[in-house]
C-alpha cells in the first residue's frame, strides 16, 4: 500500500501517516509505503520537520513505514543551460 503527498505543512505530513495507517488496518497489512514530494526542502521546513536521509522507516501503532523523500526542486531553464555550458567549458 502506498501513500503519496506534496509537503505543504507538518500536519499535512503527519494527516498522510494517519490515511495510511487505516489503509494498512482495513486491508489487513504490516507494511506500507509513504512517498512525500518537497520543493525547495530547507525552504519549505520538510528539512526541521523529518531526518535528513532520502528515506527511512517509522513504525505507527504496529504498521511498518518506509517513508520515502522526493525532491522536486527544479532548475530554470536559463541556469541549467548555464550550468551546461560552464561544464563544457564554454563562457555565458
Known sequence: MVETKIWRSRQYYLDGFEELREYLETEQLGLGYYVVFAEKLKQSGV??????????????????????????????????????????????
Open 47 to 92: 528539512a526541521q520537520e523529518i531526518p535528513s536521509q532520502d528515506y527511512f522507516w517509522e513504525l505507527k501503532e504496529g504498521k511498518k513505514i518506509l517513508v520515502v523523500i522526493v525532491d522536486i526542486s527544479v532548475i530554470p531553464p536559463s541556469r541549467k543551460g548555464r550550468i551546461k555550458r560552464k561544464t563544457m567549458g564554454g563562457s555565458n
